[in-house]
């Protein structure tokens, strides 16, 4: 009997896989662009680091609070059309961000509208991947866009400090929309992926995720900004966490269709790997949000310089993630993940006692490269060891999730550690200018005052600009206070990272009585962002 030989896989389309890259780039090294660019942006647009911050902070909450409804847009109006409105919509955050001349226009155009692109472009793209090649082909491209965000990650704050200090961080965001440009040129290279499931939509489990997370993060938002009603905005958050929890429980019982099946965390990996994922967010975005503040606020340090002084942590969690993800061998994934968390930990400890001393940013070499390390052996590990129990059917379902808990976890992160730092900033200005006894009780209060309505980035520098024609002592006690309250600060802020870190220690402790993950071929091109 003859047998009919096997059709040939068709061969790998080297263009699109590499503009289906580019995009992956222009959506990680966007935060890296506004991380190290935060003092020209806020001079520029003359406005604060605490509302610079939020907006950042925005921006991975959205994408967080909506990336649930993006995958289902997705299914439903097609992967295609959903890939091209993300790109639209972050272009539309690019060119704003070219064109903002207020921080209106930028929360607006760049948290609001960007974020949503985001939500849309992560699941879709994965989608896209999956049925646009096959077999080889289909797991170098994951590889390639997957390579493409961890350089990404990698090079953004030095490319992002280098075109802020030599050009403008205006032109970074133009950059931005120029590579999008080139990837929708081929998008006819793209063919669609039709979705065949449910096309039923759970409109109320889609509006209390977006409320769960979105009210306490905003709460958080609202309360560095000074603002009101911050405990009913967080507690908002919480009961519309358990109210999720309760309507998903009950629509799964009544076999109607779900935001997402509530299955997926009896499941112990997943449920342990998804709280992991949120705690390497919250740890990296709380880093990445101190940091070059307190770089370009203590240190004053150009945007060129904060980047190369990140450098460390984000090349060491590149090479780490690389090494660890390819020379792992027979060591148990929960072993790597607790080495991470620890040397996270032992880092950030470094970091709390070398801050007060640090002079530049060489004192924070070390410390960075143990941090870096930390979480480039989490990000090696975690993607899939959290997807490895999950079914094919509903590995997207699943990496949707993931998704959403990461970015959360990263909203949070950047949203909880700035304000803690800035309200750190206000006590000790207050305490510092009340203990004082060089300072008269009129010019305590106007001290202490002046301070914390700029606290978030009047550098020594600047303050001596606005203290000429002040008494010599007055001058002298005001730059003290100055120079000792900021890295008490950053101090206070990190143990929000710290906190992190030490939970998921605790954690792996966990992982390692669970039983190891099993290899998993419907989980390649799972972690695409994560």
Same mark, same amino acid.
């Given at each position: 009997?003859?047998?009919?030989?096997?059709?040939?896989?068709?061969?790998?389309?080297?263009?699109?896989?590499?503009?289906?890259?580019?995009?992956?780039?222009?959506?990680?090294?966007?935060?890296? !662009?506004?991380?190290?660019?935060?003092?020209?942006?806020?001079?520029?647009?003359?406005?604060?680091?605490?509302?610079?911050?939020?907006?950042?902070?925005?921006?991975?909450?959205?994408?967080?609070? !909506?990336?649930?409804?993006?995958?289902?847009?997705?299914?439903?109006? *097609?992967? &295609?059309?959903?890939?091209?409105?993300?790109?639209?919509?972050?272009?539309?955050?690019?060119?704003?961000?070219?064109?903002?001349?207020?921080?209106?226009? %930028?929360?607006?155009? /760049?948290?609001?509208?960007?974020?949503?692109?985001?939500?849309?472009?992560? +699941?879709?793209?994965?989608?896209?991947?999956?049925?646009?090649?096959?077999?080889? $082909?289909?797991?170098?491209?994951?590889?390639?866009?997957?390579?493409?965000?961890?350089?990404?990650?990698?090079? @953004?704050?030095?490319?992002?400090?280098?075109?802020?200090?030599?050009?403008?961080?205006?032109?970074?965001?133009?950059?931005?929309?120029?590579?999008?440009?080139?990837?929708?040129?081929?998008? &006819?290279?793209?063919?669609?992926?039709?979705?065949?499931?449910?096309?039923?939509?759970?409109?109320? @489990?889609?509006?209390?995720?977006?409320?769960?997370?979105?009210?306490?993060?905003?709460?958080?938002?609202?309360?560095?900004? @000074?603002?009101?009603? %911050?405990?009913? =905005?967080?507690?908002?958050?919480?009961?519309? #966490?358990?109210?999720?929890?309760?309507?998903?429980?009950?629509?799964?019982?009544?076999?109607?269709?779900?935001?997402?099946?509530?299955?997926? !965390?009896?499941?112990?990996?997943?449920?342990?790997?998804?709280?992991?994922?949120?705690?390497?967010?919250?740890?990296?975005?709380?880093?990445?949000?101190?940091?070059?503040?307190?770089?370009?606020?203590?240190?004053?340090?150009?945007?060129? $310089?904060?980047?190369?002084?990140?450098?460390?942590?984000?090349?060491?969690?590149?090479?780490?993630?690389?090494?660890?993800?390819?020379?792992?061998?027979?060591?148990?994934?929960?072993?790597?993940?607790?080495?991470?968390?620890?040397?996270?930990?032992?880092?950030?400890?470094?970091?709390?006692?070398?801050?007060?001393?640090?002079?530049?940013? /060489?004192?924070?070499?070390?410390?960075?490269?143990?941090?870096?390390?930390?979480? *480039?052996? =989490?990000?090696?590990?975690?993607?899939?060891?959290?997807?490895? +129990?999950?079914?094919?059917?509903?590995?997207?379902?699943?990496?949707?999730?993931?998704?959403?808990?990461?970015?959360?976890?990263?909203?949070?992160? #950047?949203?909880?550690?700035?304000?803690?730092?800035?309200?750190?900033?206000?006590?000790?200005?207050?305490?510092?200018?009340?203990?004082?006894?060089?300072?008269?009780?009129?010019?305590?209060?106007?001290?202490?005052?002046?301070?914390?309505?700029?606290?978030?980035?009047?550098?020594?520098?600047?303050?001596?600009?606005?203290?000429?024609?002040?008494?010599?002592?007055?001058?002298?006690?005001?730059?003290?206070?100055?120079?000792?309250?900021? +890295?008490?600060?950053?101090?206070?802020?990190?143990?929000?990272?710290?906190?992190? *870190?030490?939970?998921?220690?605790?954690?792996?402790?966990?992982?390692?009585?669970?039983?190891?993950?099993?290899?998993?071929?419907?989980?390649? *091109?799972?972690?695409?962002? @994560?």
């Amino acid at each position: 009997m003859m047998t009919t030989p096997a059709e040939p896989a068709p061969p790998l389309d080297r263009r699109l896989a590499v503009l289906l890259a580019m995009a992956m780039f222009v959506l990680v090294v966007d935060t890296s !662009f506004m991380n190290v660019s935060i003092s020209a942006v806020v001079e520029d647009l003359d406005t604060t680091v605490s509302g610079v911050q939020s907006a950042i902070a925005l921006e991975a909450l959205v994408s967080a609070a !909506f990336i649930l409804i993006g995958s289902k847009v997705g299914d439903l109006a *097609g992967r &295609k059309r959903a890939y091209v409105l993300g790109l639209l919509a972050y272009a539309t955050g690019a060119v704003a961000m070219m064109l903002a001349q207020s921080l209106t226009a %930028v929360i607006i155009f /760049w948290a609001i509208i960007g974020g949503l692109g985001a939500s849309l472009l992560l +699941p879709s793209m994965q989608s896209l991947i999956h049925g646009n090649f096959t077999g080889g $082909a289909q797991v170098k491209v994951y590889a390639l866009v997957g390579a493409s965000a961890s350089i990404a990650a990698a090079v @953004g704050p030095l490319l992002g400090g280098f075109i802020t200090t030599y050009l403008s961080w205006r032109v970074a965001f133009g950059l931005e929309a120029l590579i999008i440009v080139v990837v929708l040129s081929g998008i &006819k290279l793209v063919k669609d992926v039709k979705y065949t499931g449910d096309r039923s939509i759970d409109l109320v @489990g889609a509006g209390l995720s977006a409320l769960a997370m979105g009210g306490i993060v905003l709460g958080i938002l609202v309360w560095q900004e @000074g603002g009101e009603a %911050v405990g009913a =905005l967080i507690a908002l958050g919480g009961i519309a #966490l358990a109210a999720l929890v309760w309507w998903l429980l009950r629509r799964k019982r009544q076999g109607k269709p779900v935001l997402l099946d509530p299955d997926l !965390f009896r499941l112990p990996l997943f449920r342990v790997g998804v709280s992991q994922q949120t705690l390497q967010q919250i740890t990296l975005g709380a880093a990445m949000i101190t940091l070059p503040i307190f770089l370009q606020m203590v240190l004053e340090y150009d945007a060129m $310089a904060a980047g190369l002084s990140l450098a460390p942590l984000s090349l060491s969690m590149f090479a780490l993630a690389l090494l660890a993800g390819k020379r792992s061998g027979r060591r148990r994934p929960a072993s790597i993940v607790l080495a991470g968390f620890s040397l996270v930990v032992v880092g950030i400890v470094a970091l709390i006692l070398v801050v007060p001393r640090a002079t530049s940013g /060489w004192y924070l070499v070390l410390p960075l490269l143990v941090v870096g390390s930390g979480l *480039g052996l =989490l990000v090696s590990q975690l993607n899939n060891y959290t997807l490895s +129990p999950i079914t094919e059917q509903r590995v997207s379902e699943a990496a949707g999730v993931n998704s959403a808990a990461g970015s959360f976890g990263l909203s949070f992160g #950047l949203a909880f550690a700035g304000g803690v730092m800035l309200a750190a900033l206000s006590l000790g200005f207050t305490a510092q200018a009340d203990a004082s006894t060089v300072l008269s009780p009129e010019e305590q209060t106007q001290v202490a005052t002046a301070l914390e309505e700029d606290a978030e980035l009047m550098s020594n520098t600047a303050l001596e600009e606005t203290l000429v024609g002040q008494p010599a002592d007055v001058q002298a006690e005001i730059l003290r206070i100055n120079t000792e309250v900021r +890295p008490q600060a950053l101090q206070i802020a990190l143990l929000v990272p710290l906190l992190a *870190g030490l939970v998921g220690v605790v954690n792996g402790f966990r992982m390692r009585r669970l039983p190891d993950p099993q290899p998993n071929a419907a989980v390649e *091109g799972a972690s695409l962002g @994560g």
